[in-house]
Nanobody, 124 residues
Framework: DVQLQASGGGLVQAGGSLRLSCAASGLTFGDYGIGWFRQAPGKEREKVSCMGTRDGDTKYYTDSVRGRFTISKDNANNSVYLQMNGLKFDDTAVYYC????????????????WGQGTQVTVSS
């Protein structure tokens, strides 16, 4: 069966960096679009970034992270990453990776597979 596992979260000071990873089994990331989502306490789940596979590998970033976060995919290792630089307190959330076919457009409801979240906490 398909399983996604997010990892790499932790406690970091404001202005610091962190790299999240997502590993897959039963699924080849090269054939899927990948999304990173986050959810903070009391907030709705937010689409942070995504990278398509069948739409020319177009990348999307929400305005609040553009220029600070970078999504990437390593097909050889069947892994995806979210490099987070210049972290802010408001980036604190549980981060999830997810996969869907046919690019990365659409909301969270269009994603078929989800990994276990990893906690990112930014202190000031």
């Amino acid at each position: 069966d398909v399983q996604l596992q997010a990892s790499g979260g932790g406690l970091v000071q404001a202005g610091g960096s962190l790299r999240l990873s997502c590993a897959a089994s039963g699924l080849t990331f090269g054939d899927y679009g990948i999304g990173w989502f986050r959810q903070a306490p009391g907030k709705e789940r937010e689409k942070v970034s995504c990278m398509g596979t069948r739409d020319g590998d177009t990348k999307y970033y929400t305005d609040s992270v553009r220029g600070r976060f970078t999504i990437s995919k390593d097909n050889a290792n069947n892994s995806v990453y979210l490099q987070m630089n210049g972290l802010k307190f408001d980036d604190t959330a549980v981060y999830y990776c997810a996969a869907r076919r046919l690019g990365c457009t659409g909301s969270q409801y269009e994603y078929d597979y989800w990994g276990q979240g990893t906690q990112v906490t930014v202190s000031s």
